[in-house]
């Protein structure tokens, strides 16, 4: 498994969550890891929902594009076909946060992956997600 650098694939470039030439983006870069794929985010006061906290939708869209970056680093194409979010406790704007993930289980073009997003610092877990990806094009 090589960790493919970001900047030599351009077709998610202005992806929300990892693009490099998205002006609103988060740009959380990602890199594989022995398991999975890993990232660190901190929430900043544009991604609140309410009193101080991120909103749900952001959280959700980091744990999913973490799971997406494994087979996307690999050289794959793929997209999210059912996934199943847990919030366990509020996740404060202005936090360090580590988003990983592993994979679960692959099977031919499905792949099943878990992610979640813990403190830095506390190792609070915030949110972690199950999901199934179907893959367009296998990771070479």
């Given at each position: 498994m090589t960790n493919q650098p970001m900047d030599?694939?351009?077709d998610a470039d202005h992806c929300f969550v990892c693009g490099v030439d998205n002006?609103?983006?988060l740009k959380i870069i990602f890199s594989l890891t022995e398991k999975g794929c890993v990232g660190e985010y901190t929430p900043l006061k544009e991604h609140s929902g309410f009193n101080g906290v991120t909103h749900g939708g952001i959280v959700f869209a980091v744990l999913d594009d973490v799971m997406a970056n494994?087979?996307?680093?690999?050289?794959g194409y793929g997209y999210t076909a059912k996934s199943e979010i847990r919030y366990r406790e509020p996740m404060p704007i202005g936090v360090a946060v580590k988003i990983e993930c592993?994979?679960?289980k692959e099977k031919r073009r499905l792949v099943q992956l878990k992610s979640w997003a813990t403190d830095k610092k506390t190792n609070t877990i915030y949110a972690e997600a199950d999901a199934s990806f179907m893959l367009?094009?296998?990771?070479p």
């Open positions: 030599s694939r351009t002006p609103i983006g494994w087979f996307y680093l690999q050289g592993e994979v679960v367009s094009q296998a990771i």
